[in-house]
């Protein structure tokens, strides 16, 4: 089946403006994470949703940064009044539950760039 | 939350095995150890994972000693096409704790 998909594949923004950046898991995957990660660096963790709810938003930098997940599938990640430190890869991805020894499906990122 | 470190940068040899170690000193009874591979424009890509001793696949090995507090991932025989970024996570879905932490990574450049 279809691997883990996020559009755009690229955003280029001006600064001040909002983005959506979305998310289509695996079907069937209940669980689904949001990453950032910043050129040369790792990934951080920014939120974990459990069908539609989020039990952990505390990785969320600021809050400018919101995200939500409908019908238990796909997960859509804003970004309101963007800033210039904003600019990164937004990695999404997507595992069977999350019990333990869970195997997370990364999508290909969208890459923002805020101007 | 269980931190982890790992070496910024390996260099290898075609044809050589290559053992890339993870330091999680603060692990949790509940955590398990994922490492993942990334290539540039990609996003990480699962290798192998464990909980304790060893956990051998078709691409790896981890090997986790009794104590837990670090882990290694071996590749045998490494190839070109292993040059990528090695990522140590370490996590678990207990109840109350979600998060999740990713090393800093270690780039693994294959030489010919």
């Known amino acids: 089946g279809a691997g883990v998909s996020q559009s755009p594949s690229n955003k280029v923004t001006e600064k001040g403006k909002d983005v959506e950046l979305r998310c289509d898991p695996i079907s069937g995957h209940t669980a689904l994470y949001w990453y950032r990660q910043s050129l040369g660096q790792g990934l951080e963790f920014l939120i974990y949703f459990q069908g539609n709810s989020a039990p952990d938003k505390s990785g969320l930098p600021s809050d400018r940064f919101s995200a939500e997940r409908t019908g238990g599938s796909v997960s859509t990640l804003t970004i309101q009044r963007t800033q210039q430190e904003d600019s990164a890869v937004y990695l999404c991805?997507?595992?069977?539950?999350?019990?333990?020894?869970?195997?997370?499906?990364f999508g290909p990122g969208t890459r923002l760039t805020v101007t | 939350l269980a931190k982890t470190t790992q070496p910024i940068s390996m260099d290898s040899y075609e044809g050589q095995e290559v053992n890339i170690t993870c330091s999680h000193n603060n692990i949790a009874t509940n955590d398990y150890i994922t490492w993942y591979q990334q290539f540039p424009s990609q996003g990480p890509r699962f290798i192998i994972q464990g909980y304790k001793t060893k956990v051998t696949n078709e691409v790896a090995s981890l090997f986790i000693p009794a104590d837990r507090k670090s882990s290694t991932l071996s590749l045998p025989r490494v190839s070109l096409s292993d040059t990528a970024v090695y990522y140590c996570?370490?996590?678990?879905?207990?109840?109350?704790?979600?998060?999740?932490?990713f090393g800093k990574g270690t780039k693994l450049s294959v030489i010919p």
């Open positions: 996570l370490v996590g678990s879905s207990g109840a109350g704790s979600y998060q999740l932490t």
């Open positions: 991805a997507s595992s069977l539950d999350r019990s333990a020894g869970y195997e997370q499906y």
